[in-house]
């Protein structure tokens, strides 16, 4: 089992950035893709970035390509996404997510991921 523990999450002005983390325990981690996903209120949760066990394949949801990206340091056991040129729209609790997979393609239902963080909270104000 893999326990997720996301960080970096605040309130940033539109046109800011902001740096999330995800740090896992265990032992399966460099053998696991990882995802993000948020969801606003009301809204349903939404993939936002996923990589690879490698970390050699990414996907971005088109809402956030060109101002996300997604990176992981297996030797530490953590994945990071880098927001930048932040919207009011990126408002929502962001999760992130893993699954053992060794395969190079990313999956973006969150029903394919088998272990959630928290969540942590980011509110981008207009």
């Known amino acids: 089992q893999v326990q997720l523990v996301e960080s970096g999450g605040g309130l940033v002005q539109a046109g800011g950035s902001l740096r999330l983390s995800c740090t896992a325990s265990g032992r399966t981690f460099s053998s696991s893709a990882m995802g993000w996903f948020r969801q606003a209120p009301g809204k349903e949760r939404e993939f936002v970035s996923g990589?690879?066990?490698?970390?050699?394949?990414?996907r971005h949801a088109d809402s956030v390509k060109g101002r996300f990206t997604i990176a992981r340091d297996n030797a530490k056991n953590t994945v990071w996404l880098q927001m930048n040129s932040l919207k009011p729209e990126d408002t929502a609790i962001y999760y992130c997510a893993s699954r053992t997979s060794l395969s190079l393609a990313i999956a973006t239902m969150s029903s394919a991921y088998d272990n959630w963080g928290q969540g942590t909270q980011v509110t981008v104000s207009s």
């Open positions: 990589i690879s066990w490698t970390g050699s394949t990414v």
